[in-house]
């Protein structure tokens, strides 16, 4: 992955999880998956420094999370990374070609498909391993909303493909069949000297003076289920 100027994965030193300022965010995905009473999850594009390991340790063992990611290094354990809970099954695979062992009952993925040259056909790879009526969870960013007082932080457009993704994940949910779609969002907000001014640091090496404002991209979090599980759905072809 090695260390791109984007937002995000990079990991801080020691706990990963003290480093999250999107903290909020995977609070909410967590309270959602356990809402919905899930036994089994895929995470995609879990990267090495993400939310696998809190999502895992608040389900508990008896939730299996196939946390996937397409490069190896992704899964290599660190002393600081420490290791992952056993109920994680790690499988290094490429979204596109994704296969899981099971049907599962929600897909998540966050800070993914701003990359990918095809986001749709990522989603209709996720949604198909989806059991029907299980649960789609996006949580992408609308990257210009980052601010340094009031200048904007520019994405690296080289590397981002999507870099506002984030008001898209409707259109995309909808393009693949789902319904009940619902929204949520995270802006982490803090001072150049807090935990928010050192990720922006670590992200995309502008290191904000110490009583800066700073605003990190908004995440925005969109979620919905799908009775569709292979081939296109009329809604889908209909809406494409
Ligand atoms: C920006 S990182 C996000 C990591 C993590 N989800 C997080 O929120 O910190 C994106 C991850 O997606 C992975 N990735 C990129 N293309 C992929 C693909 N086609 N299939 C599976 N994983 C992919 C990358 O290797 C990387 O680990």
């Known amino acids: 992955m090695g260390d791109r100027h984007y ?17 909020d965010a995977t609070q909410h995905l967590v309270g959602l998956l356990q809402m919905l009473g899930v036994t089994t999850v895929a995470e ?22 196939y946390a996937i990611d397409i490069d190896p290094d992704a899964f290599v354990r660190t002393q600081e990374r420490g290791a992952l809970p056993p109920s994680v099954i790690e499988v290094v695979q490429d979204v596109y070609q994704l296969m899981l062992p099971c049907k599962v009952d929600a897909v998540v993925c966050r800070f993914f498909l701003l990359d990918l040259a095809e986001p749709l056909e990522a989603l209709r790879a996720m949604r198909n391993c989806l059991r029907p009526g299980g649960h789609l969870i996006l949580l992408e960013p609308i990257t210009s909303t980052g601010r340094v007082g ?16 984030g008001v898209r994940l409707v259109d995309l949910l909808e393009a693949i069949g789902a319904d009940t779609i619902e929204l949520a969002s995270c802006t982490p907000i803090g001072m150049g000297a807090s ?33 569709a599980t292979t081939n296109l759905s009329t809604l889908e072809r209909s809406l494409l």
Do not use: Q
């Open 44 to 65: 995609v594009g879990c990267g090495y420094a993400g939310i696998t390991d809190t999502i895992a340790r608040a389900l508990g063992p008896s939730v299996t999370i």
């Open 7 to 23: 937002f995000p994965s990079k990991s801080g030193p020691g706990d990963d999880r003290a480093w999250d300022p999107y903290e």
């Open 150 to 165: 009031e200048h904007v932080v520019a994405a690296d457009t080289t590397e981002i493909l999507h870099p506002d993704i």
């Open 195 to 227: 935990v928010v001014g050192r990720y922006l640091g670590a992200m995309t090496g502008v290191d904000p003076a110490p009583t800066a404002f700073v605003a990190l991209p908004t995440l925005v979090s969109a979620w919905g289920y799908t009775t």
